[in-house]
């Protein structure tokens, strides 16, 4: 293991980053407990009063919030064991650890394994917890990239080293988009490509591959907004199909269907469009300074379904109660650790700290602009979790691992 050598006055621990993920994981839990309580429940000291003592931890441990901070703690202790190993040492161990995830996608995707929720096969029941393995397995591609391309940069020239990184990032990326999870299966594209353009991918390649990828988005665009039924040649799953259809907010009713057909396509077009109008309204009438914590009416009037409140939308609970004030502080703390995380790239000591550096902030950004994105009307409705907001205990396990590995870079940015 190669050993860092640090000045007495150069700290070992990047403070401004965890301080910045220590206000995130505050403000997450405050809002989830909002977001999740209505005004008529009774109070913790209150419910601690009223109840046995069994009774009062049985209940407490059903709590979002309480899994949150549970989370958060087996999150920390993941973080802090990863600081103890070198780099170096996790990256030669990529292999093995991609190869789990790939296992883990396959695992959720079969029957009697997998649970489905909300039509969607992404979790397996451990009982204790619902790990989700799309969010290990984009770490687990990201560690293993990484590793890959940092290599010499005359290798990086050759065809089959470009082709090979595409065939790592595609085979869990479609094992992903079969849940479906779209929004995780997503976050993979920036995170690959700021690898490969980081590590020295030709241009010609990424420019090449960027301009199919917006090609094969015309496409579907093309395809689901002008094309007639008989005409499609795209195939898409129905939801699929809604999405785009709510996020350009073009009609779910074809013209030329039977008048009930037409009715029961716009009943169909206002149950897609319900959360996402609730979650913009949320946002827009938090004004400055908010409403006030849980004095939020579309969360606790129920505008705002519970079911989505504390986990896809919070952001929209947060800019409601806490407004434009509270939005910027949470965009500043995020901010703080995406430059965080820039900062580590930019002083590693080698290439693989770089890359590795650099996919973890590609990987964050991702999440933080698809979600904020979504809830704002700026990105279709996909799923993304909020890092460190949203309620979920493989996200935030994930999201503190991944900064530990920052950490990691952070210490050993001087070797001997």
Not at 271 to 279: F, L, M, P, R, S
Request: contains cysteine.
């Amino acid at each position: 293991m190669l050993n860092a050598t640090l000045t007495p006055r150069e700290s070992r621990v990047d403070w401004p980053m965890w301080l910045a993920i220590l206000g995130l994981m505050l403000v997450g839990t405050a809002f989830i407990y909002s977001a999740t309580s209505t005004r008529g429940d009774l109070g913790v000291w209150q419910r601690f009063q009223e109840s046995s003592l069994l009774e009062f931890f049985s209940w407490l441990l059903r709590q979002f919030y309480t899994r949150q901070l549970i989370a958060f703690a087996l999150g920390l202790g993941a973080a802090g064991a990863i600081c103890l190993v070198d780099y170096h040492t996790l990256a030669r161990w990529s292999l093995v650890v991609y190869c789990a995830g790939i296992l883990l996608l396959i695992m959720v995707l079969t029957p009697g394994i997998g649970s489905v929720r909300f039509g969607a096969r992404r979790w397996i029941d451990l009982g204790f917890l619902n790990f989700q393995p799309s969010e290990f397995a984009k770490l687990a591609f990201l560690l293993l990239l990484a590793n890959f391309l940092s290599r010499p940069l005359e290798e990086l020239k050759e065809p089959r080293i470009f082709f090979k990184s595409l065939a790592l990032m595609a085979l869990p990326f479609v094992l992903i988009l079969k849940e479906p999870d779209l929004g995780s299966a997503l976050t993979l594209i920036p995170v690959g490509l700021t690898i490969m353009f980081v590590a020295g991918a030709p241009a010609r390649y990424l420019k090449g591959l960027a301009l199919g990828g917006a090609i094969l988005v015309t496409f579907v665009v093309v395809d689901v907004l002008v094309m007639p039924p008989q005409w499609r040649f795209i195939p898409l799953a129905q939801y699929q199909r809604e999405r785009i259809l709510v996020y350009f907010g073009a009609s779910f009713a074809d013209p030329d269907s039977p008048a009930a057909e037409q009715r029961r396509a716009r009943e169909r077009q206002r149950a897609k469009t319900y959360n996402i109008e609730q979650a913009m309204i949320s946002v827009g009438s938090g004004g400055l300074a908010g409403k006030g914590w849980r004095e939020g009416t579309q969360n606790t009037l129920g505008y705002l379904p519970r079911g989505v409140a504390h986990n896809d939308f919070i952001f929209s609970v947060i800019a409601e109660e806490s407004g434009f004030t509270g939005s910027l502080v949470v965009l500043s703390l995020y901010g703080v650790i995406l430059f965080s995380g820039l900062r580590i790239a930019s002083q590693a000591r080698d290439r693989l700290g770089r890359l590795i550096a650099s996919g973890i902030v590609a990987l964050f950004f991702s999440h933080i602009f698809i979600n904020i994105g979504m809830n704002i009307r700026l990105m279709p409705v996909t799923g993304s979790q909020l890092p460190l907001l949203s309620y979920g205990g493989t996200s935030v396990l994930c999201t503190l691992i991944a900064a530990g590995v920052l950490q990691n870079i952070y210490i050993y940015r001087k070797s001997l």
